[in-house]
């Protein structure tokens, strides 16, 4: 079994409660038709988005990432595999019950793409509160897909809470406690800029980075840290992340903190990134990254300070 996050929001319209009601989860790019050809291989899929959305774009990395979304949902995806489907501070899950199918009907509500699921947990959203920080984080995708295979079990585990009735007090209580105090340490302990990067980097390596390197200040370009995963055991991804300390307080970070990072990104020439800041973020911070991840395909991701504590709390630090 294979896990998924699949945002149901074509066109940036939520549609989450018109894929309950059907029990299927969707997807956009209806005008792009043909996808379902098996027969098709990855350049002419990508061929197929290109041609129908993005044929005005220089390069193909629009396309690329929209080939991307709808490789997952019509060939990645297989019957039995869970998806989790963001929702304003929850997220419901499905089992995939059938193949991917295209309605024709469906296409000016540009949701012709669709799969028919069974929604679990009786259609209920499940809150947020339930799951780890890394599923948390990765319920935050700016796109419309990503594989969460790696957290399969934080699915599962949240599933199991939310069947069982009521909140787990003691657990939830014990945890939320246990990120309060390490919020308040990022902030107003012992913590300056350098230890602050320093934290940081050894999150990512407990994370799975195999490489984690803090950039000179002198050759700073906007890219903080620079960290390398491997993808499939072999194939390196390198993320830029930018880190942002605030004393004593729950100072929001605006937008300018991901220009910097997209700046360094360019330097560096990659396309992932992540902000890391001990306070939390303004909304503009949150248009700004989907905005680059629209125009130029960098996808971004932010961490605030509670993410960063229960983080913390879920890799079980004991030593710093």
Known sequence: MNAFIHRIAPGGIDKVQEALDSNEILTGWAEARGLLDMQLEWLQFREILRAAYYSKEKTYRKAGLAAGNMWRFIREMQLGDLIAVPGPGNFYVA???????FIEAKV????????????????????????????ISRLKIQGTSAVATDLLQDIEECLNLAQGGQ?????????????????????????????????????????GAVSCDIIARSKDKGVDLLATFLVAGALEQRVGVQVKHYYKNDQPA??????????????????????????????DVQRAAQSHYESKGYAIELIDGELLAGFLVDLGFSKG
């Open 167 to 207: 909140v787990p007090t003691f657990r939830e209580d014990l945890k939320n406690g246990l990120i309060r105090t390490a919020m308040e340490h990022i902030r107003a302990g012992r913590l300056d800029d350098y230890r602050f990067e320093a934290l940081v980097k050894e999150v990512l390596l407990r994370m």
């Open 254 to 283: 605006g937008p300018e903190v991901v220009d910097q990072l997209v700046t360094g990104m360019e330097a560096e020439g990659i396309s992932l990134g992540m902000v890391v800041s001990s306070g939390s973020f303004t909304e």
């Open 95 to 101: 089992k995939i019950t059938g193949p991917a199918r």
């Open 108 to 135: 000016p509500d540009d949701s012709a793409y669709r799969r028919s699921v069974e929604w679990l947990n009786g259609k209920r959203p499940i809150a947020r509160t339930f799951a780890r920080a890394a599923l």
